[in-house]
């Protein structure tokens, strides 16, 4: 086989560009599909229910409303403006608590229940989510970390 | 007064690697041996002084001297001494001082083993060092000063986050640490090519070992950062794509790649433009994945509470060294004289295919990761991606790679035998499937792609033990003489092999632990039995223990095989840290070695406590296969062609003894210097 400098960088940028395609395609297809929107309660609250959406829900968990029974919690999120129920059925991590920053991750069910598959909270106990920083700034009632 | 000294030794250093960084570049450019004698000296001091001050810090925290403010907010008297040292860098300010100590600790290393490197080179990579050294110190002493003391002595500390009081924080991020850095030695020995205008063979021999070096830390920095994270509770198991992740995954990827086109400048004086461009975008990722970790850019789970003044310093000087060292490639990349020939079906050619495909796969972890950032930028809304993105754009993308990574060792340089390697891999291909029937037949049903992301595993496997079987002449048949034939065949083969089996392991690991594992969350009274998959687990019931600054709710669960005899017995805990009012949950785990069984205590409610237990399939061959890889880069490392300035008559000289010894492999090389 004749192979120059030529063909093997017409054979590298082909190869090269060709999967840079496919990879692309990929990306588009799933990006759409897959990425969860992230939202406040008060944000939340204004989408229509359970249309199989994903969200990622960024908050305070609002104190004194958390209820544990069996194996499942409810508690109340909140931006300082609205608060959402979550519902999940998951380990609650260690950070997780009263009037600290928490994401959920899940749907809304037809009931506005927001139904979590995933519960996180932080490496760091000062952490609060950035929008909900912002919004309580923005209402003024910032006070560099802790709750509403 | 200790501390004292660590300040000053850590302003001083930030003067030293300006002097390292001018004497660098000027020396180099006008070939004064003096000023190129004097970078030397420069690194040298500069090491010394960072260590120095390091010391200072971390006896700051060793004798829990309040009076500092890192120290107060992070450390605590009753805390055990582990983490009391291991604190040090468990904060911002700290693990960026570890962060300098081991760039520092890398130019130490290049003065002192680079005896053999033309001065200028070795004059300007420091020059870049020292440049890199300078930008880290700077935002240290003016932004995050370690040594800060505060006026009014308080009595004990703040704590560490109990959640950090664990052996992963002692040994994570320094492994982290010292692979980010590592692929600075890359950045900077690109960087002086590009100033040189010369890239050849001996300069690929060099690059490799820090390479390769940077390589093996950064893949037991990420190895042990997802034990971590698989058995703390709610950080999201052995792998979560979370941006915090993602950050420490890209540089591994084009890493990876750089660590694979250097082989083929080394051996074939091709590829050259491509290996800058990688060196230099393997560490411009690792900045990013100090910065993004640092900054609370992104949202992730691994967040750190951050002060946004200092975001604006590491955007400067993001864009000072990515910017700088990107446009410096533009204009004198067209400068490099293409290299060796090859046709498509090579060791090149699989190589190229591999580097490509890993560089799209960074691309993709990398759009995922900071896509959201812009489409928020654009649009003001806000969203994430995260494991079933990348399931369906970097999961489709290993599979190409992974089947090329078992043809490509096969090949020869330059041009390969097609007949010759078809009929190999027809072997390979045979007993593929036999071993995947067999898992098939074992197992008995569930979805089939499970079968066949261990199909691809396996396939790894059986490619690199029968590509080292041949390797090593056991292809015919011949026992005599095996281990001579073994010792002769370079370590940096039988890394390779390793390495790569290493992978195929890893695969089964994560591909079992995320089809094949099984739960069980109940309630339990003491005495009660759960069904776990085709097991049970008993609850005994709880008991209070103390700890050294904790103390422990300790469970007492027995696991029953088959539901019938006593098998395995758990004690998950619950502690709770006075200092910072704060509780953890410590997971129990009993590793078999086809999976971890995996308890966790929940809550008390009504004389009964939540329980979780989990069957986590195969999750040990991920760290097994972690251990592999890194245990392949050692070996390929421990290659006496590696050392710096070998030229090519040791390689003839070792064939001819097998059994000569490091020693005078130096000497030799030092010979043929001289000659």
């Known amino acids: 086989m004749a192979y120059s400098r030529k063909s093997q960088r017409l054979l590298f940028i082909s190869v090269g560009l060709g999967l840079a395609v496919i990879a692309v395609i990929f990306m588009a297809l799933a990006f759409s599909s897959t990425a969860a929107f992230f939202k406040t309660p008060s944000e939340l609250q204004q989408e229509t229910a359970a249309d199989g959406q994903r969200y990622r829900l960024g908050g305070l968990v609002e104190t004194g409303t958390v209820v544990k029974q069996g194996t499942q919690t409810d508690f109340s999120v909140t931006d300082c403006e609205a608060s959402l129920l979550v519902r999940t059925n998951v380990i609650l991590p260690d950070l997780f608590r009263e009037g600290q920053g928490v994401v959920a991750e899940g749907q809304l069910d037809a009931q506005g229940v927001f139904v979590a598959d995933k519960v996180l909270a932080k490496h760091d106990e000062n952490y609060m989510p950035k929008d909900v920083a912002d919004k309580l700034k923005e209402q003024g009632v910032w006070q560099g970390g802790g709750g509403c | ?675």
């Open chain 2, 1 to 675: 007064m200790f501390t004292e000294i660590g300040h000053f030794a850590l302003i001083l250093a930030t003067f030293i690697a300006s002097l390292q960084m001018v004497f660098g570049f000027w020396g180099a450019q006008r070939r004064h041996a003096g000023l190129m004698q004097a970078t030397d000296q420069a690194a040298l001091v500069s090491f010394s002084l960072v260590l120095l001050a390091f010391a200072a810090l971390m006896h700051a925290y060793i004798v829990s001297d309040f009076s500092l403010l890192a120290v107060w907010e992070n450390s605590h008297q009753d805390k055990p001494l582990i983490y009391r040292i291991a604190g040090t860098w468990g904060n911002h300010e700290g693990s960026l001082l570890l962060w300098t100590l081991i760039l520092t600790l890398f130019s130490a290393c290049l003065v002192l083993a680079g005896r053999g490197l033309p001065s200028s080179l070795k004059a300007r990579v420091l020059g870049v060092q020292g440049s890199i050294a300078l930008g880290f110190l700077s935002f240290m002493v003016l932004t995050s000063n370690p040594f800060l003391r505060q006026a009014v002595l308080p009595i004990d500390g703040k704590g560490l986050n109990p959640l950090l009081q664990d052996i992963g924080l002692a040994m994570h991020p320094p492994m982290l640490y010292l692979g980010y850095v590592g692929f600075s030695m890359a950045f900077s020995f690109a960087v002086a090519a590009l100033i040189e205008g010369r890239v050849d063979p001996a300069w690929g021999r060099w690059v490799r070992p820090w390479t390769l070096a940077a390589w093996v830390f950064l893949t037991a920095g990420i190895t042990l950062g997802s034990w971590w994270a698989y058995y703390e509770l709610g950080w999201g198991g052995w792998w979560f794509w979370d941006p915090v992740e993602n950050v420490s995954f890209m540089p591994w990827l084009s890493g990876t790649a750089l660590l694979h086109c250097a082989i083929v400048v080394e051996k074939r004086d091709a590829m050259k433009v491509w290996t800058i461009l990688f060196a230099v975008l393997t560490f411009a990722l690792s900045l990013v994945g100090t910065f993004i970790v640092r900054s609370g850019l992104l949202t992730s789970v691994h967040a750190f509470a951050v002060d946004p003044e200092r975001g604006r310093y590491i955007l400067v000087l993001l864009a000072l060294s990515i910017g700088g060292s990107l446009g410096l490639f533009a204009v004198r990349a067209p400068i490099f004289k293409p290299g060796g020939l090859f046709a498509p079906i090579s060791r090149e050619g699989a190589l190229l295919i591999n580097n490509l495909l890993l560089a799209i796969a960074a691309a993709v972890v990398f759009y995922g990761t900071l896509w959201p950032l812009v489409v928020e930028a654009l649009s003001g809304q806000k969203i994430t991606v995260g494991g079933p993105f990348y399931d369906r754009t970097f999961v489709p993308l290993m599979a190409p790679l992974i089947i090329v990574m078992g043809i490509g060792p096969f090949m020869t340089w330059k041009r390969a035998d097609a007949g010759a390697i078809a009929q190999r891999l027809g072997l390979v291909l045979g007993i593929t499937a036999v071993i995947v029937v067999a898992v098939i037949f074992l197992r008995r049903g569930g979805a089939w792609l499970p079968y066949v992301g261990v199909g691809l595993a396996v396939w790894l496997i059986v490619a690199a033990a029968v590509e080292w079987w041949d390797r090593v002449g056991l292809r015919n048949g011949s026992i005599a003489g095996l281990w001579q034939r073994i010792a002769r065949t370079p370590n940096a083969a039988h890394g390779m092999s390793l390495a790569h089996a290493g992978l195929g392991v890893a695969i089964i690991g994560m591909v079992g632990s995320t089809s094949w594992s099984v739960e069980t969350i109940t309630t339990m009274a003491p005495g009660e039995t759960a069904a776990l998959g085709q097991h049970c687990v008993r609850f005994n019931g709880v008991n209070t223990v103390p700890g050294p600054n904790y103390t422990a709710l300790r469970g007492d669960l027995t696991v029953l095989k088959n539901c019938q005899d006593d098998w395995l017995s758990l004690a998950p805990e619950k502690r709770s840290y006075p200092v910072r009012a704060m509780g953890t949950t410590e997971a129990a785990i009993n590793s078999r070695w086809n999976g971890d069984v995996y308890v966790a205590l929940g809550d008390e409610q009504n004389g009964k406590r939540i329980v979780r237990a989990y069957f986590r399939a195969f999750v040990p061959w991920i760290w097994l296969g972690g251990i592999l890889m890194v245990a392949g880069g050692l070996l390929s490392l421990s290659d006496r062609r590696l050392r710096l300035g070998i030229p090519r008559r040791v390689r003839a000289a070792v064939a001819g003894k097998s059994t000569q010894s490091a020693g005078s492999g130096l000497v030799a090389s030092k010979e043929a210097q001289s000659s």
